[in-house]
């Protein structure tokens, strides 16, 4: 997490400096005029790119599918609206990456494999991603001896091939005890 806060934060950094160098190369009316130019043309890209997204939302829905792809799309784009409002070159040219869907694509790739599984495993225990633990029990640390562990049937474990755990009880341990005991 601390990662992801030190990169946000070295974006303001890089868009400062590169403001600072760009006026003093071309002058401050051209740069401010960039800034304006790119947030604006970006924010119409973000606009329609939206509308487009929604309408898939729309037709997924319709169809009674799950429209995850769209609304991680949905989500870039909102972040991509956030980079285009902040003045900036830098923020800018990273709300254009997210704009783009050519771009788009690899970033909702990375983020899928990365922030939502992980998440998502973490909060089912595996269970809607398929990474279910089937070794045995959790937290069973015992060690697997020949002929353990192989081919179909329980693992080791209670009940296991090497039946250390198994025990046979007679039919009196069944017994819970007389209706004057239960009474008690």
Partial sequence: MLRIIGVLLLIPILDILLLVVLMGVIGWEVVVLAVVLSALVGLLL??????????????????????????????????????????????????????????????????????VVPYVDAKTGGFATGNVYVGGFPGEGGQQGPGQGQGPGPGPGPGGPGGEDVHDLDEDAYDIGSDDDRQR
């Fill in 46 to 115: 973000a606009r329609a790119e939206g509308r487009h997204t929604l309408r898939k939302i729309q037709q997924k829905l319709a169809q009674g599918e799950p429209p995850t792809d769209e609304l991680l799309d949905a989500a870039l784009l909102l972040v991509a609206g956030g980079f285009l409002l902040t003045p900036g070159l830098v923020t800018d040219a990273v709300g254009l990456l997210l704009v783009v869907p050519l771009t788009r694509y690899p970033v909702r790739l990375a983020v899928k494999r990365w922030v």
